[in-house]
Antibody, heavy 114, light 107 residues
Framework: EEQLVESGGGVVQPGGSLRLSCAAS????????MHWVRQAPGKGLEWVSL????????YYADSVKGRFTISRDNSKNSLYLQMSSLRTEDTALYYC???????WGQGALVTVSS | AIQMTQSPSSLSASVGDRVTITCRAS??????LGWYQQKPGKAPKLLIY???TLHTGVPSRFSGSGSGTDFTLTISSLQPEDFATYYC?????????FGQGTKLEIK
């Protein structure tokens, strides 16, 4: 069974940093691009970033470009999102999503607040 | 970035009704569009990809159509479990963009 489990969420002050992780299982991780999608409390979905299967290409939403870095470790079947210069508007539930959008994790909550 | 305009933002309907939700892209996206259903406290679920292909296990009362800039999601006969929020997503180019969502409520 394909499974995605996020971790690393928490409360951080504005301007701070946080790293999210996503542990993948049940499929050949290195063969698939992976996304991060977020959802602010009570709001809609926002696509955040994608990394190709070999990690050779990355893409970002304009709202996070230059502040967030997506990466992966295929030897550990893990996806990461390094978030820096965090703003209050980055407060959201962050989902790890497999290419094709058929498989989503349960989400990791990031709260940016002083 | 491509803008996805979804309408209506909310909709009240009854069990058995036929419902249509639309998404309009600010530029042509071929058929690179998916539809998602989200219930409170849950991750979104894929319903339809490439505009009209039903994802495995999704009931046949759901259907999608469109190409280019205009797309529709139709639920032919609403069931109680269909009351949820629906989103479209373009994956034609980066950044991918979601519509604003349509909250489908019981009348």
């Amino acid at each position: 069974e394909e499974q995605l489990v996020e971790s690393g969420g928490g409360v951080v002050q504005p301007g701070g940093s946080l790293r999210l992780s996503c542990a993948a299982s049940g499929f050949t991780f290195e063969a698939f691009a992976m996304h991060w999608v977020r959802q602010a409390p009570g709001k809609g979905l926002e696509w955040v970033s994608l990394i190709t299967g070999d990690g050779g290409a990355t893409y970002y939403a304009d709202s996070v470009k230059g502040r967030f870095t997506i990466s992966r470790d295929n030897s550990k079947n893990s996806l990461y999102l390094q978030m820096s210069s965090l703003r209050t508007e980055d407060t959201a539930l962050y989902y790890c999503v497999k290419r094709g959008f058929a498989y989503w994790g349960q989400g990791a909550l990031v709260t940016v607040s002083s | 970035a491509i803008q996805m305009t979804q309408s209506p933002s909310s909709l009240s309907a009854s069990v058995g009704d036929r419902v249509t939700i639309t998404c309009r892209a600010s530029q042509g996206i071929r058929n690179d569009l998916g539809w998602y259903q989200q219930k409170p406290g849950k991750a979104p679920k894929l319903l339809i990809y490439t505009a009209s292909t039903l994802h495995t296990g999704v009931p046949s009362r759901f259907s999608g159509s469109g190409s280019g800039t205009d797309f529709t999601l139709t639920i032919s006969s609403l069931q109680p479990e269909d009351f949820a929020t629906y989103y479209c997503l373009q994956d034609y180019n980066y950044p991918h963009t979601f519509g604003q969502g349509t909250k489908l409520e019981i009348k």
